[in-house]
């Protein structure tokens, strides 16, 4: 382990790199021969994309997504010799874009015209990829728009087009009728450009079979150990454990209550462990009141009460005394309680939960050990 960042006194955040490295290469063996991208916005679903580019990077992952335009650049100097990808298109720092190598996907005519003045203005041709909407209705260009782009290729000059790609509503549900109906749209649409590569699936898109790959693949949550697929076990490999100190352990009987709002009702004789965690952190309020869970030496225990700003409260009446003292651990994020568990027990997903790790945590990088992979 290496290179923490955070507040001293602040939970334990551990990304494991190597299992995020070793997920890739599990997602990149399934969808081959299709390339197999890494979607890294939101500073890699909240594990630190700074770390987690060139961790990748090193496994042999060529392609990497971003949202924000500033998202591509902040890592830029960290991957040299990677494609680096803007998904919400040139919409700002256009030229520093362009000088830097960022690729912008280009989802409506205006930002085609964007980039294809950019390249006017450079000089030179410029890289881009296109995203059409086969049934989103969220970000990409309309099928009309991309057949117009087919049909008028005047629009593209100057521009080298790497990828076209759409993007799933539904892979998580594989009987939803719109899966096979976006399949089917893009088919069309993506053979209007012949001679470029295409991508459709996200991580659980991959599981849907073999031809939904195309010619590359770009799994996000699925790399950072979120289950890709819906009321089955999880292949992937955890990434992220999180774990905080007992700072305080107290004796508490009935008639009492525990935390804002006196909302815990104390009924017998308690012990209530407070660790310093909180909503500031990420961790949801919605937790609050035996929804949420934390694993002290080995046991599962309720968080009680309301969750405060900085500090959450635990049941542990159920472990010997001995068992839980001030610098205990508890653990509130790791294979036994994983993302996707506290995100359906706070009303959300696992995605939520990663993205909004707050930025007290001290974030420890366990490295990838496996040398180097080659480029695919
Ligand atoms: C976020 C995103 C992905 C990754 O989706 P996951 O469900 O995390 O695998 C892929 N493609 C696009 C366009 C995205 O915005």
């Known amino acids: 382990m290496a290179v923490a960042s955070g507040i001293a006194g602040a939970a334990r955040?551990?990304?494991d790199l190597g299992a995020i490295a070793r997920n890739w290469r599990q997602l990149a063996d399934r969808a081959a021969p299709?390339?197999?991208?890494?979607?890294?916005?939101?500073?890699?679903?909240?594990?630190?994309?700074?770390k987690v580019v060139p961790a990748l990077a090193r496994a042999g992952c060529r392609d990497f997504f971003f949202a924000h335009p500033g998202e591509a650049l902040a890592v830029r100097d960290l991957a040299p010799g990677v494609r680096l990808y803007a998904l919400h298109g040139p919409t700002a720092a256009v030229d520093e874009m362009a000088a830097r190598g960022v690729v912008p996907t280009l989802n409506t005519l205006d930002q085609v015209a964007v980039w294809r003045d950019a390249a006017a203005r450079a000089g030179r041709r410029l890289p881009a990829t296109l995203q059409v909407d086969t049934g989103m209705n969220r970000l990409g260009l309309e099928p009309a728009d991309?057949?117009?782009?087919?049909?008028?290729?005047?629009?593209?000059?100057?521009?080298?087009?790497?990828?076209?790609?759409?993007?799933?509503?539904?892979?998580d549900i594989p009987g939803h009728p719109l899966n096979a109906a976006q399949l089917a749209a893009f088919r069309r649409l993506r053979a209007l450009f012949p001679a470029v590569p295409a991508a459709l699936a996200n991580s659980s898109g991959i599981f849907l079979g073999p031809e939904y790959s195309f010619d590359l693949v770009r799994p996000g949550a699925a790399l950072y150990g979120i289950n890709p697929l819906t009321g089955a076990p999880n292949p992937m490999e955890p990434v992220v454990r999180l774990v905080a100190e007992v700072i305080q352990v107290r004796r508490v009987d009935a008639p009492a209550s525990v935390g804002y709002g006196a909302e815990h009702a104390v009924t017998g004789p308690s012990r209530v462990a407070t660790i310093a965690v909180g909503y500031a952190d990420g961790y949801p309020r919605s937790l609050g009141n035996g929804r949420g869970q934390a694993l002290v030496d080995g046991e599962r225990v309720p968080v009680i009460g309301r969750v405060s700003m900085d500090l959450i409260t635990l049941d542990?009446?159920?472990?010997?005394?001995?068992?839980?003292?001030?610098g205990t651990e508890a653990i509130l994020l790791g294979p036994e309680i994983d993302p996707d568990l506290v995100g359906t027990a706070a009303g959300t997903i696992g995605y939520e939960i990663l993205t909004r790790l707050g930025p007290r945590y001290r974030r420890v990088y366990v490295e990838d050990t496996a040398g180097a992979a080659p480029a695919r």
């Open 316 to 326: 542990v009446s159920s472990l010997a005394e001995h068992r839980v003292q001030p």
């Open 34 to 50: 299709a390339r197999c991208g890494a979607p890294v916005k939101a500073d890699a679903y909240g594990l630190g994309a700074a």
């Open 146 to 171: 991309f057949e117009r782009l087919a049909r008028e290729p005047a629009r593209l000059d100057g521009l080298d087009l790497l990828l076209v790609f759409s993007h799933l509503a539904c892979a």
């Open 13 to 15: 955040l551990e990304v």
